[in-house]
């Protein structure tokens, strides 16, 4: 279920801390039904340029769109109905239990749904997010995957009551994988996957990048602040790419169906000397 229009966007959207440019010159548009995954290496800008997407950060140049309207003006209720966030590190310093932290999502935007809904909605995205069992917990006692997956559980709860005020939204997801072991992880990019075919536009931050290529409908790379190339996977990736980002000598392998570029596990070749 793709959707022609943007339901956000990014033009020349650029950002400057400490007289440094983090992000510089970054168009990227966020289309309903797609899966978008950010990928690029440490310090390239992923994260600033999320902040800036979620509104968390303030561009210094460019201009960010969403829902038709500029993301500035949007107040901030509305854009908690567009938009849901699950950042990269979350620290709460008070003991709230699992089904407190996750009924987060809901406070605020679920006051126009019933109690009943409300309640059966944390509950349906505690159980999604395969921490039902947990709900009694305190969340300070979790391990850093159980945490995240709560997190996880949290955003799923506020794009849900937030569907009752707008029907176009946006999931960004900043490295939700980080802690997870490998069963956790797929099953987390698979219902991001099918959070998208409902219609959401779905960014992810990742570092694996067999994982980026698998889940993404588009690929965006990033280095040094700027989005270097984008588009499908299988169009973008490739090895003179993974040499002047990453940093590496490997190559780009293809499976016969459907064709998506893949890196198998090797010692990295040694570059001839200069």
């Known amino acids: 279920m793709s959707d022609a229009n943007p339901i956000l966007s990014g033009h020349g959207v650029s950002f400057l801390a400490s007289g440094r440019k983090l992000v510089s010159d970054a168009s990227l548009e966020l289309t309903g039904g797609t899966t978008t995954i950010l990928i690029g290496p ?8 999320l902040k800036l997407l979620t509104g968390e950060l303030k ?18 209720w509305r854009l908690a109905c567009l938009r849901s966030v699950m950042a990269q590190h979350a620290r ?15 406070d605020g935007i679920g006051r126009a749904l019933t109690r009943q809904r409300r309640e059966a909605i ?12 947990l709900a009694g917990r305190r969340y300070q006692t979790l391990s850093g995957g159980e945490q995240q997956r709560v997190q996880f559980a949290r955003v799923l709860c506020q794009l849900e009551a937030g569907r009752s005020v707008a029907q176009r939204q ?4 900043d490295e939700p994988i980080a802690s997870l072991d490998l069963c956790h992880q ?3 990019l698979d219902m991001a996957r099918a959070i998208a075919a409902r219609g959401v536009a779905v960014l992810i931050v990742l570092h694996d990048l067999n994982l980026a290529v698998t889940y993404a409908d588009h690929l965006v790379v990033m280095d040094q602040g700027r989005i270097i190339a984008q588009g499908p996977p299988a169009r973008t990736l490739d090895d003179a790419l993974l040499r002047q ?27 001839p000397a200069a």
């Open 245 to 271: 980002v990453f940093k590496v000598d490997l190559t780009l392998s293809r499976a016969p169906a459907p064709g998506l570029p893949f890196l198998l596990p090797q010692q990295h070749r040694a570059r």
């Open 59 to 76: 561009p210094a140049g460019g201009d960010i769109r969403i829902a038709d309207e500029p993301l500035a003006a949007v107040p901030a």
């Open 42 to 49: 440490n310090g390239a800008g992923k994260s600033t340029l």
């Open 170 to 173: 946006v999931l960004f997801l």
């Open 186 to 188: 797929l099953a987390l």
């Open 122 to 133: 944390v509950a349906e995205s505690l159980t999604a997010a395969g921490v039902i069992d």
């Open 92 to 106: 709460l310093a008070f003991p709230f239990s699992v089904y407190e932290v996750a009924s987060l999502g809901v």
